[in-house]
């Protein structure tokens, strides 16, 4: 089951998704039951005060900090490293229910939102274990 919303510097309005055919309710490893779920979030940072990587960095360290404290979120800088004013973040989140994920999700957004009103965009994909391929 994948859903995906984008988010451009506005709130989030969740859209029902409907399960894909093989989806289940939870997946099965090696015998085991297990709920097992996954959010990945593409963040798209603008930064239209920097006027150098050093500040751009600093500001984005932050963020990085914040996110990984504050969410439990899992960080990685994947784009724009080089720039002055323009970054993309990579981000993790995991959980046994869908439905808490996804409000971990939406306070992330929020979060970030909030943060920076009109210079960030927010991309997610939630799936199950199963769904993204399982141990193989």
Do not use: C
């Not at 979030?41 to 360290?61: E, N, V």
């Amino acid at each position: 089951m994948a859903i995906v919303h984008v988010v451009e510097g506005a709130a989030l309005s969740a859209a029902p998704a409907a399960p894909a055919a093989s989806a289940s309710a939870s997946a099965t490893v090696r015998g085991v039951s297990s709920d097992a779920y996954v959010a990945l979030i593409l963040i798209h940072l603008h930064f239209p005060d920097s006027g150098s990587l050093k500040t751009k960095r600093k500001d984005l360290s932050s963020v990085k900090a914040q996110l990984h404290g504050r969410y439990g979120v899992t960080v990685a800088e994947v784009d724009g490293q080089d720039t002055w004013q323009r970054s993309t973040l990579a981000a993790a989140l995991t959980g046994g229910s869908l439905g808490n994920l996804e409000a971990s999700v939406d306070r992330v957004e929020r979060f970030l939102l909030e943060r920076f009103p009109e210079s960030v965009r927010v991309q997610r994909t939630l799936t199950s274990f199963e769904d993204a391929g399982g141990l193989g």
